[in-house]
C-alpha cells in the first residue's frame, strides 16, 4: 500500500526590515560645471525619492530613498524630529508620526520643509542661506493653486532656489516609457495611477494633460493594507499586538496578487489541495518555552521534589519567625502586666486578648511555649522526612496566619499519575504563531475594482475608465485605449496586467483593439522620467516648464509654466466691485456691475473647480 503524500505547504518569515540612517553624500564635482545640476524629487506621499538631473554616471538613479514620514517624541522639541530612514522602527507608540500629505495633497507645510532640508542636507548641498540648484518636484493632479503658492514661496523664499519646475508623477512615468519604447512626441494615451493614498484615470491627448476629464478614486495602497490588517486581526485576535502595519505592507508587496477572475479564483480556494498548495504561512516570532509542556515523569517527579523542598524551608522560616514573635509578646507579658500596682492595666489587657482570667492567661502562656519548643524540635530534624501529624498547638493563634496553606504534610500527589505509556497531546508552539494567509492575498488587491468592501461608496478603479472613455468620441477613444498605461507602486501586484486586459476587452466594442502596457519600474520610473525632462529641458531665461523667480515675483506662486508632463494652468480671476455712488442712477449702474462681477466670479469659480476635479 502506497503512502499518502504529505502535503506541500510554504512557510515564510517576516523580515522586519529595520531602516538604517542615509549617509550625507559629497555634492559630486559634474553637478556644480558648466553650471548647477537640477535636483530631482519625487514628493511622493509614500515614499520621497531624490537625486540629481546630472549625465554622470553615479547619477543615474535617486541617491536617496525614504518614507515621507517625520517622528517625533512625545513632548520634545521640534529640532529633534526625525526623518525618513533615521526612524528605526515606525511601530512604537511613543512616536508621533506626521506627514505632510493630506490625501496625496501637500497642507503640512512645516513637514514638508523638514523634509526639504532632509534632502538638501544629505545630497551635500552646504551653500548656506540658499540651494543655488533648480529644483523639479512633483505634485498631485489637478493639484489647488493654493498648495501649489504655499510650496512656490517655500522654495523662492525660504530656499532662494533659482527655477522651480512641477510635474505631475505618472506622467513623468508615462514620459519615461514613451521614450523607452521609442514612441514619437506628441504621446496620446491614457494613465491608470495608482499609489498610496489615491488612484487616477488621467488621458493625455496630444502630449498634454485632459485635465477637464481626469478622475481620481479614493482607493489605493494604505486602503489595501489597512483592509488587510483587519481581515489578520479579525482571523487571529490573540496576535492582534504582532499584525503591525509594517508587516502588513510586507505581505502586501511581497505576498500578495490580483486575480484575472475574481470570482473563479475564489472557487479554486474552496479545494482544500489548492488551498494547502497556495496558502503562506507566516511565521511570527515566538520563544520555544512551553509553561507545562509534554516532559518525562522523572522531570515531573524532580520538579514537584523541588518545590516540595522549596515550600518546607518557607514553611520552616515563617514557622520561626511566627514563634519568634510569639515569645517576644510573652516575655512582654509578663514583665509589664505582672508587676505590682498594674492591676487594672492588666485587668484592661485581659479584656484586649478576650480572656476573663489570669488561669485562662497562664494556659494560654503554656501552650504557646510548649508549641514554641516542639517548633524548634521540629526544625532541627531533617525537613524533607518530617511527615508527623500538626500538632494541635501549632495551630495559628492569629487571623492571617497563612503558613497552614503552605504546610507540606498535605498529600504529595493531589492528582491521580498518568502512566508513562499514555501519549500526551503535542502542542506546536510555531504553528501557533504562524499566520495563515489564504484568500487574503487577492482581497486586498480586489479593492481597487471592487471598492465596497472597504466602505467605500464609489466606482472601481475601471468601471471610472469606462466613464471617462464615454466622454470621447469613439475616434479619440481608440486612440486613447491603444495606449493604457499602468503606473504606481500600488499596480506592482502579479496579475494586475492580465486584469486590466480582462476588463477593457469586456467593455470594448467587439473585436476592437487595445494596448496595456506596464511601467518598467512602477515605483521609480516617475523619478526617472523627471530626471530625462529635466536634462533635456535645461533652465534658462524663457524655458518651457521652468518657473524663474521673476515669475514668481510677477505673476504669483500659483503660476505654472505648462510643458508635457505637468497640470494645466488655469489663472485664477479675481473682478474688483466697480464703486458705488450714492446718487439713484448710479445704484442702478451698480447693481449691474455687481451682478457682471459675480457672473465674473461664479465663471472663474467654475474653471476653478474643473481643473481640481
Not at 504621446?187 to 491627448?205: A, F
Not at 511570527?284 to 518546607?312: H, I, N, T, Y
Not at 469606462?466 to 498605461?485: D, I, K, W
Request: glycine fraction near 6%; include cysteine.
Amino acid at each position: 500500500m502506497a503512502s499518502k503524500e504529505e502535503p506541500v505547504y510554504q512557510i515564510f518569515s517576516f523580515q522586519d526590515c529595520k531602516f538604517t540612517p542615509d549617509p550625507i553624500y559629497e555634492l559630486p564635482s559634474p553637478c556644480l560645471s558648466p553650471s548647477p545640476a537640477p535636483v530631482v524629487i519625487d514628493n511622493g506621499s509614500f515614499q520621497t525619492r531624490a537625486g540629481w538631473a546630472a549625465p554622470a554616471a553615479d547619477c543615474d538613479s535617486p541617491r536617496l530613498l525614504f518614507r515621507s514620514v517625520a517622528a517625533r517624541s512625545r513632548g520634545a522639541a521640534r529640532s529633534e524630529t526625525q526623518i525618513g530612514n533615521d526612524i528605526p522602527n515606525l511601530e512604537p507608540l511613543r512616536w508621533l508620526l506626521k506627514s505632510q500629505f493630506d490625501r496625496n495633497v501637500v497642507v503640512n507645510f512645516e513637514i514638508q520643509e523638514l523634509i526639504f532640508d532632509y534632502v538638501f542636507t544629505h545630497l551635500g548641498i552646504t551653500s548656506e542661506g540658499s540651494v543655488e540648484h533648480p529644483i523639479v518636484l512633483t505634485e498631485a493632479p489637478c493639484n489647488p493653486l493654493h498648495c501649489r503658492q504655499m510650496m512656490s514661496e517655500l522654495l523662492f523664499e525660504c530656499y532662494h532656489v533659482p527655477y522651480v519646475s512641477y510635474g505631475v508623477d505618472s506622467l513623468y512615468s508615462f514620459y519615461h516609457n514613451n521614450i523607452q519604447r521609442s514612441l514619437q512626441p506628441p504621446h496620446t494615451g491614457i494613465v491608470l495611477s495608482s499609489g498610496y493614498h489615491c488612484s487616477h484615470i488621467l488621458p493625455v491627448i496630444d502630449g498634454r494633460l485632459d485635465a477637464v476629464n481626469c478622475k481620481r478614486v479614493n482607493v489605493a495602497g494604505s486602503q489595501a493594507a489597512s483592509y488587510l490588517q483587519r481581515l489578520l486581526q479579525l482571523k487571529y485576535p490573540g496576535h492582534l499586538a504582532a499584525i503591525t502595519l509594517s508587516r502588513v505592507e510586507e505581505l502586501l508587496h511581497e505576498h500578495s496578487y490580483t486575480a484575472v477572475d475574481y470570482t473563479e479564483e475564489l472557487e479554486k480556494w474552496r479545494s482544500p489541495e489548492f488551498y494547502e498548495r497556495e496558502v503562506h504561512r507566516m511565521q511570527l516570532p515566538f520563544s520555544g518555552k512551553v509553561p507545562g509542556g509534554c516532559v518525562s515523569v522523572e522531570e515531573r517527579q524532580e520538579r514537584r521534589a523541588q518545590q516540595l523542598r522549596r515550600l518546607q524551608e518557607i514553611n520552616a522560616r515563617r514557622r520561626e519567625e511566627k514563634l519568634q514573635q510569639d515569645q517576644e509578646r510573652l516575655d512582654r507579658l509578663m514583665a509589664e502586666l505582672l508587676e505590682d500596682g498594674l492591676l487594672d492595666q492588666f485587668h484592661k489587657s485581659l479584656v484586649e486578648l478576650n480572656m476573663d482570667s489570669a488561669e485562662e492567661l497562664q494556659s494560654y502562656i503554656n501552650k504557646l511555649q510548649l508549641a514554641v519548643e516542639q517548633g524548634r524540635q521540629k526544625l532541627q530534624s531533617d525537613g524533607a522526612e518530617g511527615k508527623a501529624e500538626v500538632s494541635e498547638l501549632e495551630q495559628p493563634m492569629d487571623e492571617g496566619d497563612g503558613v497552614a496553606l503552605m504546610d507540606p504534610d498535605f498529600p504529595e500527589d493531589t492528582l491521580p499519575e498518568k502512566p508513562a505509556n499514555v501519549i500526551q497531546p503535542m502542542f506546536n508552539m510555531a504553528e501557533y504563531h504562524q499566520l495563515f494567509v489564504g484568500t487574503e492575498r487577492l482581497r486586498c488587491s480586489e479593492i481597487l475594482f471592487q471598492p465596497s468592501p472597504t466602505g467605500e461608496d464609489q466606482m472601481g478603479l475601471m468601471e471610472t475608465l469606462q466613464y471617462v472613455l464615454a466622454r470621447y468620441t469613439p475616434e479619440q477613444q481608440e486612440a486613447l485605449v491603444s495606449n493604457v498605461f499602468l503606473t504606481g507602486g500600488n499596480m506592482q501586484y502579479p496579475g494586475m496586467k492580465e486584469r486590466v486586459e480582462r476588463e477593457l476587452l469586456a467593455m470594448r466594442p467587439f473585436q476592437s483593439h487595445f494596448n496595456v502596457t506596464m511601467a518598467s519600474r512602477p515605483a521609480l520610473d516617475s523619478w526617472y522620467g523627471a530626471r530625462d525632462w529635466a536634462l533635456e529641458h535645461l533652465p534658462s531665461g524663457a524655458a518651457e516648464g521652468w518657473i524663474s523667480r521673476q515669475d514668481y515675483e510677477e505673476k504669483g506662486g500659483e503660476y505654472l509654466s505648462e510643458h508635457c508632463a505637468s497640470n494645466i494652468f488655469i489663472p485664477m480671476k479675481i473682478a474688483k466691485p466697480a464703486p458705488s455712488r450714492p446718487t439713484e442712477p448710479s445704484t442702478l449702474t451698480s447693481s449691474g456691475a455687481s451682478a457682471t462681477v459675480t457672473t465674473v466670479t461664479a465663471t472663474a469659480a467654475a474653471d476653478v473647480a474643473m481643473a481640481t476635479s
